[in-house]
Structures are given as structure tokens and as C-alpha cells.
């Protein structure tokens, strides 16, 4: 069974709640018409309005929804709750901060379990680079910086290419000198969909968003633009 990752820079319920389109991307890959859907959103201090914005979308979307809070969890065992979904969708926020709780928790590798089982996992701009090696993150305030991830695929990530200015300047000074490693860039509304740890599909939910493939080159950084299929909303 392939481990699917789906990493969106940037769209989906929490800014395009008008445009489900990478949503429906993600339901699609389950095959199953009412998939269980899991939202973790440790990254935004399991914000009470990203949750209930989660619900309506996914309700809207006839999915059965759930979330994992890890300040006040409703279950003792984590692991078996989430390996039993469908899709776990992670929101956006604070990566670092997230990625401390879920170390301290065990998600770092209850998460790759579930995937190996067959759960989806997906997510935004936090819930996008945490799957990687490296992600470009806004963690510490007045900066970018590379930020270790999980590693579960191989390079760098990072979201809101097009819709942060400098987002661009910092991924390419990083993977110049080396700070981190070649990888893929993702403006608001495109998504990159792995399958096995490999780059099976780009796709957005607007006309013009796209990924970008980031390498050193001597001493100057390659930037390809990668074929990306636009999702036409419903």
C-alpha cells in the first residue's frame, strides 16, 4: 500500500473556503464516499475557529470529521485513533512549536505508521513541510529559517512561494550555501502529491499557482517550474 503525502503551499478550507478544490483532491485519494477525516492543529494552538472551520468544510464535503487535541485528548490511545482514519489533515501555524508537542507525544512516528497502513496524510503550509526533510518556516518571528521536519520525504519544502515575498530570496540563498538541501516550492493554491516518498502530481486550485523545482547549480540556484494540473472548482 503507498504512503500518499499530499503538501499544499497554500489554499484549501482555511483560505479558500469559497474554493474546496485541493480538499476534494485529498477525499479523492481514499476511494471510499464518506472517508474518515482527522484534523490536527497543533501548529495554531488547536485554534477553536480553525476547528470549527475544519467541521463545516468537511461536513459540507460529506466526510465523518473528527480532531485530536493533544492539550485535552479524548482518547488514551492516540496511535490507534489515528491509524483508523482515512486522512489525517494538518493545519497551518507554528511548525516548530507543533513539531514539539507531537515529538513529545509520539506523532513523529505514529504518523508514519498510519500512512504505511494506508491514511492519507495531508495538510497546509505548516501542515505541508513537516513531512520533508527541511521546511522554510516563519516560526521565529521577523525571519525565514530552515527548520529540521519529520523526514518522512526527502528535501526542502516551502509554502506560500508566491504569496510571501520573501519566501523566494531565502529558499534560494538557503540552497546556494547549502543550509539545506534542494527541494520543491509551492505557492498559495498548488499542492504536491507523493506517493512512496516520489513526486507523482502537482495540482491547484487556482489558474496561475504552480511548484517549482529548487537545486544548486555551481554557484547559482535552478529554479524549473513543474508541470501542474489545475483543479476546476465545483
Known amino acids: 500500500m503507498a504512503l500518499q503525502i499530499i503538501a499544499m503551499g497554500g489554499g484549501g478550507f482555511s483560505m479558500e473556503p469559497d474554493n474546496l478544490a485541493l480538499d476534494r483532491y485529498v477525499i479523492q485519494q481514499t476511494d471510499k464516499a464518506q472517508p474518515r477525516v ?130 523566494r530570496p531565502a529558499y534560494h540563498e538557503m540552497v546556494r550555501s547549502g543550509e539545506v538541501p534542494a527541494g520543491i516550492a509551492l505557492d498559495d493554491g498548488a499542492a504536491v502529491h507523493y506517493m512512496d516518498g516520489e513526486r507523482y502530481a502537482v495540482v491547484s486550485s487556482r489558474p496561475d499557482a504552480k511548484g517549482y523545482w529548487l537545486e544548486k547549480q555551481g554557484d547559482t540556484v535552478s529554479e524549473t517550474p513543474l508541470e501542474t494540473r489545475y483543479l476546476l472548482p465545483e
Request: aromatic share 10%; hydrophobic share 35%.
Open 38 to 167: 482527522c484534523f490536527l492543529g497543533q501548529a495554531s494552538s488547536e485554534s477553536q475557529i480553525y476547528i470549527i472551520n475544519f467541521y463545516n468544510a468537511f461536513n459540507r464535503l460529506d466526510c465523518k470529521a473528527s480532531h485530536l487535541s493533544l492539550f485535552q485528548p479524548h482518547t488514551a490511545d492516540i496511535e490507534d485513533f489515528l491509524c483508523s482514519q482515512d486522512i489525517i489533515y494538518v493545519g497551518g501555524g507554528n511548525t516548530r512549536s507543533m513539531l514539539a508537542v507531537w515529538r513529545e507525544w509520539g506523532l513523529d512516528t505514529i504518523l508514519k505508521t498510519a500512512g504505511a497502513n494506508g491514511t492519507v496524510l495531508a495538510g497546509i503550509s505548516a501542515g505541508a513541510i513537516c513531512w520533508h526533510d527541511y521546511g522554510l518556516t516563519d516560526s521565529i518571528p521577523g525571519r525565514i529559517s530552515a527548520l529540521k521536519c519529520l523526514g518522512y520525504i526527502e528535501g526542502t519544502c516551502s509554502p506560500h512561494y508566491d504569496g510571501e515575498p520573501e519566501r
